[in-house]
């Protein structure tokens, strides 16, 4: 079984397409062109071109590229901040979109939307219910988490340990760090996740990190998985990613 998988995306256009060109040509090396390649979510934020992302990736969904898209917790503040009535899942609500760490107003830049300071909220809001696309917010309302293929299983986060997969709730699966970062336990299949950023795809045999730090302006990871065996994907070929302390 192979699959392959990209990190945390975060408005990044030009790096998801770099990550798509070496994604299609390891396949067209290895002759597997029907390969799943599984986005990891966090779509929006930070990055200068969220229209740019979403459309490229509902391009390829319509062309029928085996793609799987995972829901992030930056996609699931953006669809809540464009449909609140529909979204009552208990997100953090102590969190604001329109502050600046967490993006927002990049990712409604990106849709033409005065994001200037001073502006009311409330008119940023009305004018981004008028910007975004409905094709894009019925693409993010269709995101979900997590996938399993192979002996993989992929989410935005992460799990919480010793939590059967069947009971894990979405707050965890979209937002958790500890205790699941330092747990060494074996969970069943590999946790493939994103959202922690970390210098480089870090595999510590129970779980592998792919978000490199895109929405920071760093790179925008791709790998290919074969098994349990990790390459991260390079202009040069497959560059193997061992577990720590091999």
Avoid at 55 to 62: A, K
Avoid at 170 to 186: H, M, Q
Avoid at 209 to 226: C, F, P, Q
């Amino acid at each position: 079984m192979r699959t392959y998988a990209i990190g945390d995306i975060h408005g990044q256009l030009e790096k998801l397409r770099r990550a798509h060109a070496l994604i299609d040509a390891d396949k067209a090396a290895v002759g597997d062109p029907g390969a799943t390649v599984v986005h990891l979510g966090d779509l929006p934020d930070r990055g200068p071109d969220t229209k740019g992302v979403i459309d490229h990736l509902i391009q390829c969904r319509d062309a029928g590229a085996p793609h799987v898209v995972l829901l992030g917790n930056h996609d699931r503040m953006m669809r809540r901040f464009l449909h609140p009535e529909k979204l009552k899942d208990n997100l953090r609500h102590d969190l604001d979109w329109l502050w600046e760490p967490l993006g927002g107003r990049a990712t409604l830049a990106s849709y033409g939307v005065d994001v200037s300071a001073g502006r009311d909220d409330l008119d940023i809001h009305a004018d981004a219910l008028d910007a975004v696309p409905v094709s894009h917010l019925a693409f993010l309302d269709d995101l979900t988490t997590p996938y399993a293929e192979g002996e993989c299983l992929f989410v935005h986060a992460g799990i919480r340990p010793g939590v059967p997969l069947e009971r894990q709730t979405l707050d965890d699966l979209v937002w958790i760090r500890e205790p699941f970062l330092s747990d060494t336990r074996d969970h069943g299949p590999l946790i493939v996740h994103g959202h922690t950023p970390v210098d480089e795809v870090m595999h510590c045999g129970n779980r592998l990190n792919l978000d490199t730090g895109a929405g920071y302006g760093e790179a925008l990871s791709a790998v290919v998985i074969e098994g349990r065996d990790v390459w991260l994907l390079t202009e040069e070929g497959r560059l193997p990613v061992l577990p720590y302390g091999i």
